[in-house]
């Protein structure tokens, strides 16, 4: 298991005649949070479809520990070790909140079709690991009193941590987040900071976020995209620091305001 | 840059252990009802089982096939259930696997009479699960309208095969045979009728364990997801493509086996039957029963058959022409759709539960 948990190299996507991301290179350490950040289509979502197989990229290699994933589809993720949170949860509205996240156990099951069909064989413990494995992840996300609601039903905040709780059941090695913060209170965003940074105990995360106070606080490293290419790539001092960042935000020099800065307009409200 | 007041990442609290607390926490959720669920079905099977052997003892062969009737649709809507209900694909084909079915009984009855009952509609399944292999496999890249629209002409293309091949499979008055009756050793205790609706009944309640330890297990749970968000379900490791093509085999293969419940019935089987009207009937009196559930699938087939007894009994008491007596049962069948959607938008079986409270969590709202 040598080389980092995720490894892209001079990735680039081209739909039709747009170059979404061109030569991207970036590596996930293990053990790490590594912030993917840049104004609105920069290309940050691109990345995430293509590390998780709904995009096809037209050049450039992902590693997972240096061995290339080829031609990898969606449904192969938990297999590889990878789960991604959806921007919009992507939970299932006529679902419950324990089924949901039964769903993301699945991978734990091992029968196959016949005893799907029967209930026989290794149908009960299956279904008995992969309830239990739920349940435990509704605990750990303090969702258990849900358990039979319907998602619909929902504050924002709890079906936020019910699909969070369904990424991470099964103790993914590669946590993909895709706007974790947004929508969220001050306090629950903290309370998300400290969950991303604990993950860092069982695997790492690629977190895209708008919320720079979020990227700052839990982030081991910041990947800065711009109109698909890495323009920065550092500690978040160091991002933070760079000039060309500064630009990609606020356009040439003269601008009257920071959007890097912690204390953005999400701060003020927030403060409230 | 403007001045920060938190420091970044270095002041960060200490790794929280999550599962410590998830471990010490009680446990939430019921526990499974008692048992396996093979058992738990199968007892609720055996018990209807029952009450269709003292049904069919209390009164008269007209009440014995209208039973029967009752069970195989039962189970042909069962089966569109889980492919509509539970995986979210919209089929108006389904009257072409009862075809499959009656069929393939028909011609094994015809061609090869030694061939075991049991036999006849194992065959008969298969080759149901054969062709929803093939048309699940099609139209696996076809979604709602589109799907909908193969479907249908499937529907009122299949029916004409029959028409095509007049030497092997009849023609318009299609195959007929003798259907094996009852044991002679039971011949004393069950007439020919009754024991066709308990046979009926004994397919119908294997199919419907079947079905529903599928649908309340791992497949329903994996066809629910990808019928709600399909990118969601994939990433979770659920392949969409095969599991779309596992609910349209299964649920062609409960449909082809009611088709051979239905030639064993009647002892025939011709493509009138398995016209375009009964897709469409199958698929409305889903909704009708209620999208969702195998009881939604039980409402539908008691519909099915007595709206239609009704329709019959009305347009003889009206004594109206042969032409609008025809299609009164369909017209009537139509109104009483749309009064109970009207009524009820998620069916019978919906508006049963609502009242009952059957759930503490507030019910669902547009399910499709």
Same mark, same amino acid.
């Given at each position: 298991?040598?080389?980092?948990?995720?490894?892209?190299?001079?990735?680039?996507?081209?739909?039709?005649?747009?170059?979404?991301?061109? /030569?991207?290179?970036?590596?996930?350490?293990?053990?790490?949070?590594?912030?993917?950040?840049?104004?609105?289509?920069?290309?940050?979502?691109?990345?995430?479809?293509?590390?998780?197989?709904?995009?096809?990229?037209?050049?450039?290699?992902?590693?997972?520990?240096? /061995?290339?994933?080829?031609?990898?589809?969606?449904?192969?993720?938990?297999?590889?070790?990878?789960?991604?949170?959806?921007?919009?949860?992507?939970?299932?509205?006529?679902?419950?909140?324990?089924?949901?996240?039964?769903?993301?156990?699945?991978?734990?099951?091992?029968?196959?079709?016949?005893?799907?069909?029967?209930?026989?064989?290794?149908?009960?413990?299956?279904?008995?690991?992969?309830?239990?494995?739920?349940?435990?992840?509704?605990?750990?996300?303090?969702?258990?009193?849900?358990?039979?609601?319907?998602?619909?039903? =929902?504050?924002?905040?709890?079906?936020?941590?019910?699909?969070?709780?369904?990424?991470?059941?099964?103790?993914?090695?590669?946590?993909?987040?895709?706007?974790?913060?947004?929508?969220?209170?001050?306090?629950?965003?903290?309370?998300?900071?400290?969950?991303?940074?604990?993950? /860092?105990?069982?695997?790492?995360?690629?977190?895209?976020?708008?919320?720079?106070?979020?990227?700052?606080?839990?982030?081991?490293?910041?990947?800065?995209?711009?109109?698909?290419?890495?323009?920065?790539?550092?500690?978040?001092?160091?991002?933070?620091?760079?000039?060309?960042?500064?630009?990609?935000?606020?356009?040439?020099?003269?601008?009257?305001?920071? =959007?890097?800065?912690?204390?953005?307009?999400?701060?003020?409200?927030?403060?409230? | 840059?403007?001045?920060?007041?938190?420091?970044?990442?270095?002041?960060?609290?200490?790794?929280?252990?999550?599962?410590?607390?998830?471990?010490?926490?009680?446990?939430?959720?019921?526990?499974?009802?008692?048992?396996?669920?093979?058992?738990?079905?199968?007892?609720?099977?055996?018990?209807?089982?029952?009450?269709?052997?003292?049904?069919?003892?209390?009164?008269?062969?007209?009440?014995?096939?209208?039973?029967?009737?009752?069970?195989?649709?039962?189970? @042909?809507?069962?089966?569109?259930?889980?492919?509509?209900?539970?995986?979210?694909?919209?089929?108006?084909?389904?009257?072409?696997?009862?075809?499959?079915?009656? &069929?393939?009984?028909?011609?094994?009855? %015809?061609?090869?009479?030694?061939?075991?009952?049991?036999?006849?509609?194992?065959?008969?399944?298969? !080759?149901?699960?054969?062709?929803?292999?093939?048309?699940? !496999?099609?139209?696996?890249?076809?979604?709602?309208? &589109?799907?909908?629209? @193969?479907?249908?002409?499937?529907?009122?293309?299949?029916?004409?095969?029959?028409?095509?091949?007049?030497?092997?499979?009849?023609?318009?008055?299609?195959?007929?045979?003798?259907?094996?009756?009852?044991?002679?050793?039971?011949?004393?205790?069950?007439?020919?009728?009754?024991?066709?609706?308990?046979? %009926?009944?004994?397919?119908?309640?294997?199919?419907?364990?079947?079905?529903?330890?599928?649908?309340?297990?791992?497949?329903?749970?994996?066809?629910? !997801?990808?019928?709600?968000?399909?990118?969601?379900?994939?990433?979770?490791?659920?392949?969409?493509?095969?599991?779309?093509?596992? @609910?349209?085999?299964?649920?062609?293969?409960?449909?082809?086996?009611?088709?051979?419940?239905?030639? &064993?019935?009647?002892?025939?089987?011709?493509?009138?039957?398995?016209?375009?009207?009964?897709?469409?009937?199958?698929?409305?009196?889903?909704?009708?029963?209620?999208?969702?559930?195998?009881?939604? !699938?039980?409402?539908?087939?008691?519909?099915?058959? &007595?709206?239609?007894?009704?329709?019959?009994?009305?347009?003889?008491?009206?004594?109206?022409?042969?032409?609008?007596?025809?299609?009164?049962?369909?017209?009537?069948?139509?109104?009483?759709?749309?009064?109970?959607?009207?009524?009820?938008?998620?069916?019978?079986?919906?508006?049963?539960?609502?009242?009952?409270?059957?759930?503490?969590?507030?019910?669902?709202?547009?399910?499709?």
């Amino acid at each position: 298991m040598d080389g980092h948990v995720l490894s892209v190299e001079q990735l680039t996507v081209a739909f039709g005649g747009l170059t979404a991301l061109d /030569r991207v290179t970036f590596d996930v350490p293990h053990r790490s949070v590594v912030g993917l950040i840049g104004p609105n289509g920069a290309g940050k979502t691109t990345v995430f479809n293509a590390v998780s197989g709904v995009v096809r990229p037209r050049e450039g290699t992902l590693r997972r520990h240096g /061995r290339p994933l080829r031609r990898h589809r969606p449904h192969h993720l938990p297999r590889l070790g990878i789960s991604r949170m959806l921007q919009g949860l992507g939970l299932f509205p006529g679902m419950t909140v324990l089924e949901n996240v039964m769903v993301g156990a699945d991978p734990l099951a091992t029968g196959g079709l016949p005893g799907m069909l029967t209930g026989l064989g290794r149908a009960p413990r299956d279904e008995r690991r992969v309830r239990e494995r739920a349940e435990a992840a509704l605990h750990e996300f303090g969702v258990a009193d849900t358990a039979h609601a319907l998602p619909g039903t =929902l504050p924002y905040g709890v079906q936020k941590r019910v699909a969070l709780a369904r990424a991470c059941v099964c103790s993914p090695e590669l946590l993909l987040l895709d706007e974790p913060a947004s929508g969220l209170a001050a306090d629950e965003v903290s309370e998300l900071a400290e969950r991303v940074r604990g993950m /860092r105990a069982h695997g790492s995360v690629l977190l895209v976020e708008h919320h720079m106070d979020l990227v700052m606080r839990v982030c081991d490293r910041v990947v800065v995209l711009d109109f698909g290419r890495v323009i920065a790539d550092g500690t978040p001092d160091e991002v933070r620091a760079d000039p060309a960042v500064e630009r990609a935000y606020l356009g040439p020099p003269e601008g009257d305001g920071d =959007l890097l800065a912690p204390d953005g307009p999400e701060e003020a409200r927030d403060g409230r | 840059m403007a001045p920060t007041h938190r420091a970044p990442a270095s002041d960060a609290r200490p790794d929280t252990a999550g599962p410590a607390k998830a471990a010490t926490a009680t446990r939430a959720g019921r526990r499974p009802a008692l048992g396996h669920p093979l058992l738990r079905h199968g007892l609720w099977a055996l018990a209807a089982l029952a009450a269709v052997a003292l049904l069919t003892a209390a009164t008269g062969p007209v009440t014995d096939l209208r039973v029967a009737d009752v069970g195989l649709h039962l189970l @042909a809507v069962a089966g569109l259930q889980l492919l509509v209900g539970t995986s979210g694909q919209v089929s108006l084909g389904h009257g072409a696997f009862m075809f499959v079915g009656a &069929y393939t009984m028909a011609l094994l009855v %015809v061609n090869l009479p030694a061939v075991p009952l049991a036999a006849g509609m194992a065959a008969a399944c298969a !080759a149901g699960c054969l062709a929803g292999l093939a048309v699940g !496999a099609a139209t696996a890249r076809l979604h709602g309208p &589109y799907l909908a629209g @193969a479907t249908l002409m499937l529907a009122v293309g299949l029916p004409a095969v029959a028409l095509r091949f007049p030497d092997l499979l009849g023609g318009a008055n299609g195959l007929a045979f003798t259907a094996i009756g009852a044991p002679p050793a039971l011949s004393g205790l069950v007439d020919d009728t009754q024991w066709r609706a308990l046979v %009926v009944w004994t397919v119908a309640l294997i199919g419907l364990v079947v079905l529903a330890t599928a649908t309340r297990g791992r497949l329903g749970r994996h066809l629910r !997801a990808l019928r709600d968000d399909p990118t969601a379900a994939a990433l979770s490791g659920i392949p969409v493509g095969r599991a779309r093509v596992t @609910a349209f085999v299964i649920s062609a293969g409960a449909g082809s086996l009611a088709g051979a419940c239905q030639a &064993y019935v009647l002892g025939t089987a011709t493509p009138s039957t398995y016209a375009l009207t009964l897709s469409l009937v199958l698929l409305a009196a889903l909704v009708l029963g209620g999208l969702g559930s195998l009881w939604g !699938a039980f409402w539908a087939a008691l519909a099915i058959v &007595y709206v239609e007894v009704a329709g019959t009994e009305l347009a003889h008491a009206l004594e109206l022409d042969t032409d609008v007596r025809n299609n009164l049962p369909v017209v009537f069948f139509g109104a009483v759709l749309i009064i109970i959607v009207l009524a009820w938008p998620r069916g019978v079986h919906g508006a049963l539960s609502a009242l009952g409270r059957h759930r503490s969590t507030p019910s669902q709202t547009g399910d499709s």
